[in-house]
């Protein structure tokens, strides 16, 4: 295990810094393994969610990886997660099945449902598998690559608790809905959309808070109602701003809607209602199509091609890359993978002493 010391760049808090490691992918998937056993963990389902809590780190997404697991563990200890809980099918109707996760593992009963959606594409096209009760999944990509890997077009949502105000008002009633969508390259990188409906995730305005870095562009509104780029403004007035303005906020409360009709789950509000932790009691939608089943030989990786190609292409800004969605987690994860995961040294401690 290597150590280094690195200070967040841009706009940032004077001396703040975030002592970096560099952990093996194994020693890390081995330890988040040990953790998770140790609470009730079957040892198959302790190494496939800590996988995901690996493989998210290793793309460059701490925060929906190593920096959530502790928080994730607290969870199981609390109850508020059932380790042994698992999710099953409670309705079908044809190629729409409804599952209940019956408050599991997130990241296991996320998995179990993308599965079982390529599993009705392969039969029938599309596949959809709409799940209630759900705690949350971590990252949207995961489950977008998973189909991915099966050859599947894939497009994957969550709602939340409320966590934005709508466009117009100061009072949360929206979440951010994290939405995925992903398409297979063939002898390349998934084309890869993950997004919250937030400007900025949660996740990453704690990282850049904790940094000290500020938002590239305004990711919501300080206290006294102004657009800021200040992470730390953004948290303390609850007020992160919708992608798009009006845009973000009218998707938001779609995909909310389409969630809890499709799933039979909570809606946003409910979830708040509720009063369970952020994450805790989703409806989420897994959607997979069988491009093998609809393709004329090799024209869709030939449409694939000539698509990224002209996109490509455009002359860049100075100082700038034209990458498609999901080009620059996949450069990061063979970097990683050849030179070591780069972890935040406080949250890998605290997982080896859970």
Known sequence: MRSATTAAGGASVPGAETKMDRVPYAELVAECSRVLEARGFAPQRARLAARVFADNTCDGVPSHGLNRF??????????????????ECVGSFGTLEQWDAHRGPGVLTATAAMTRAVELARESTIGCVALRNANHWMRAATYGLQAAAAGCLAVCWTNTTRLMPPHGSAEKRIGNNPLCMAVPVPDGDTVLLDMALSQFSGGRTDLLRRSGDSFPVPGGYDEEGRLSTDPGAVRRSGRPLPIGHWKGSGLALCLDLLATLLSGGLATWQIALDGAAIGVGCAQVFLAFDLAAIDDGDSAAEIVAAVLADFGSATPLEGERVTYPGQRSAETRRLNMAEGIAVDAEFWAETRRL
């Open 70 to 87: 502790p928080g994730f563990v607290r969870d199981i200890d609390s109850g508020r997660v059932d380790p042994s809980a698992e999710a």
